[in-house]
């Protein structure tokens, strides 16, 4: 798997995706996910990963990215709710295979004051890599929307954030809570963000297996397109058919 060329992958997906032959009302009914799938296969081409920033308000979801960027890209308040929209800024990788990192930072799915939080959920679903950001033991909405980007194959960290006041016992519990709510047969990586621990461990991740997660989402998304576009085309001849019938 870690032999994998993007370029190679890059190809046979842009290929695929010329020879699909797609009505008018199937490129309106599917605009969105076609625009998602583009902007994805251009990331290949590009070589650029994208990591999307996912929790409550008040995480500090801004502040982790921001340390990453060590910039004070992403606006933060003592205020929660900060973000209001899904924001992007770009890293750049050097001596990596892939060129650079766009990190995506997103208002907390909790903020009642959020509109279209169904296509902010969507556009960090299309991430490479979701950081799930928490500051404590997870609640039944994190666990939920963990699970739902589990049931979409997406790689998720979890970052334990904001733990400067906790004492290493209390740390150890929560640890030991969330590890209880989450999935057994899955290994989700729980890191704690203190010093460059988070750093580190993307910098690692990246090195590693950036390449893979990169083509994997693509092909995910790819997959997930033409499930949608036989299934409408399927429901189309049946009801041609029961028409017929008729």
């Not at 583009?38 to 650029?48: C, E, G, H, I, M």
């Not at 973000?83 to 800024?89: G, L, S």
């Not at 290994?187 to 704690?192: A, G, W």
Request: hydrophobic share 40%; net charge positive.
């Amino acid at each position: 798997m870690k032999k994998m060329k993007i370029n190679k992958y890059y190809l046979l997906l842009k290929y695929w995706w010329e020879t699909i032959d797609l009505t008018k009302y199937e490129k309106s009914i599917f605009n969105r996910e076609i625009i998602s799938f583009n902007q994805q296969l251009f990331r290949l081409k590009d070589k650029k990963i994208r990591i999307g920033a996912y929790g409550k308000s008040g995480v500090g979801k801004s502040s982790v990215l921001n340390s990453l960027l060590k910039k004070e890209i992403f606006k933060t308040d003592i205020i929660n709710g900060s973000t209001k929209e899904i924001k992007a800024e770009e890293l750049t990788l050097k001596d990596q295979t892939l060129k650079s990192i766009e990190l995506l930072d997103s208002p907390g799915f909790d903020f009642c004051n959020i509109k279209f939080t169904d296509k902010i959920y969507s556009r960090i679903n299309h991430s490479d890599l979701i950081l799930f950001v928490v500051a404590g033991d997870i609640n039944r909405n994190e666990v939920s929307k963990i699970s739902s980007f589990i049931k979409d194959g997406k790689k998720i960290i979890i970052l334990l954030n904001k733990i400067d006041l906790l004492k290493e016992n209390e740390l150890k519990e929560i640890i030991e809570n969330i590890k209880f709510k989450l999935p057994k047969d899955l290994n989700i990586p729980i890191i704690i963000n203190h010093e460059n621990n988070l750093k580190n461990y993307i910098t690692k991740t990246i090195n590693q297996y950036g390449e893979i997660l990169l083509i994997l989402n693509s092909l995910q998304l790819a997959d997930k397109l033409f499930l949608r576009i036989k299934e409408q085309r399927l429901k189309r001849r049946q009801k041609l058919a029961q028409s017929t019938i008729g």
